[in-house]
């Protein structure tokens, strides 16, 4: 069995739990959080960057590397971690989402999607056979089922149908999946309807999947809306298995959604808002390009250890991301990825010592979260 989690600790007063995920890539402690690579590079970091800030699983895309170098070519180059060079495990998003957010999208059958590329219009099929295939020829150590995410908000039919496509598909990739090395995650839909919630979990979990994507979420509906969702749900998931909450998130949603039991979360946040000047700090948001912070020579975050703020002052951040420089998008990025990195790394001391709400309440106080 190449695959295993391991539950190590369970807060004594929340749904969180400590954890340890094994993969033929290595294995990493959990709860976490996965930098997105969506094209095989978390923008504008190196490899070598990722290590030194302590990145141990990143993302990548099936819908975006399908179109763009192509599937086969990254076969031919050996697959994902060589092509990359990145030797660390590495999760593969199905493209369920992209294509229903990202594609001029043509059709949905039960057989597969129709689209036209969002890069030259081009028309493409995809089916949960073809996604497993590129998926498999990728090689990643964790890969995701191909499912229906509907919109927020959304009418109860049209998310009870993508409920139902979505289990069929899953069954279906279930039965393409070849690779005894890849472990395939079945992803849970059901928008904000408990009752199509609960059915989606019964129907993946007949399929017996080693972990599950909370699919479905973090698509614009309210925060306490999620979490709601999340109390409902995780306490009926099982406890052996992984649970993903997929494309979240920000610094609340990570201490939220850990303390109600999710164990990985993945967001292009930390590098999307980097790339705008937006940095965040153990005191809350930077908005770098602002005015106060032209003579501020004092470093990003003193409380932070990664080598922008060891190394540079805010003023020169701030000449950097005005005059658009490429080291900009460098240097904040590889702050922003280190500080979620380095906020997992505290949630799982805190549940380490049993002390993960007092955690909480700090945070939220330093960062200027109101608490509620
Ligand atoms: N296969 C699959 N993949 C998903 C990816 C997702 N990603 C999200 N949310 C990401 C939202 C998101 C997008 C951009 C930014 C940058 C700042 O604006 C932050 C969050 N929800 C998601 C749901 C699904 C899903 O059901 N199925
Ligand atoms: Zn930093």
Redesign the pocket.
């Known amino acids: 069995m190449s695959f295993k989690f391991e539950v190590i600790k369970e807060c004594s007063k929340t749904g969180a739990r400590l954890g340890r995920i094994y993969t033929p890539h290595g294995s990493f402690e959990t709860p976490i959080f996965m930098p997105v690579g969506t094209q095989a590079t978390v923008k504008a970091l190196t490899p070598r960057d990722l290590k030194e800030i302590n990145a141990q699983i990143i993302l990548a895309n099936t819908y975006h590397l399908y179109l763009r170098p192509g599937y086969e070519l990254i076969r031919q180059a050996g697959g994902l971690h060589k092509f990359m060079n990145w030797d660390r495990p590495i999760l593969t998003?199905?493209?369920?989402?992209?294509v229903f957010?990202l594609a001029d999208l043509r059709e949905i059958t039960d057989e597969g999607v129709y689209f036209r590329s969002h890069l030259d219009g081009s028309k493409h099929f995809i089916s949960p056979e073809k996604a497993i295939e590129i998926e498999n020829a990728l090689g990643a150590d964790i890969i995701?089922?191909?499912?229906e995410?509907v919109p927020y908000p959304c009418d109860y039919e049209t998310a009870k149908d993508a409920v139902e496509r979505t289990s069929r598909w899953a069954r279906r990739c279930k039965a393409a999946h070849q690779r005894e090395d890849q472990a395939l995650f079945g992803?849970i839909?059901g928008s904000v309807f408990r009752d199509l919630r609960m059915r989606s979990l019964e129907q993946l979990l007949e399929l017996d999947f080693p972990g599950y994507?909370?699919?479905?979420?973090?698509?614009g509906e309210p925060k306490p809306v999620m979490y709601e969702i999340l109390e409902h749900m995780i306490p009926a998931m099982p406890k052996d298995k992984p649970r993903y909450l997929?494309?979240?998130?920000?610094p609340d949603c990570l201490i939220e959604g850990v303390i109600r039991g999710v164990d990985m979360f993945?967001?292009?946040?930390p590098t999307?808002?980097a790339r705008t000047g937006l940095a965040m700090t153990s005191r809350g948001k930077v908005m770098l390009r602002n005015a106060p912070y032209q003579r501020d020579f004092s470093p990003l975050d003193p409380e932070c250890d990664c080598y922008t703020c060891q190394n540079f002052s805010r003023a020169y951040l701030r000449h950097l991301v005005k005059a658009r420089e490429i080291l900009a998008a460098i240097l904040i990025s590889l702050h922003n990825v280190r500080f979620l990195i380095r906020l997992m790394e505290e949630i799982r001391e805190a549940i380490r010592n049993d002390r993960l709400l007092e955690y909480r309440d700090s945070f939220f106080e330093k960062y200027g979260y109101n608490n509620k």
């Open positions: 998003d199905s493209g369920g989402f992209q957010s995701m089922a191909f499912d995410c992803i839909q994507g909370i699919g479905g979420l973090s698509v997929m494309g979240v998130g920000s993945d967001c292009v946040l999307r808002t």
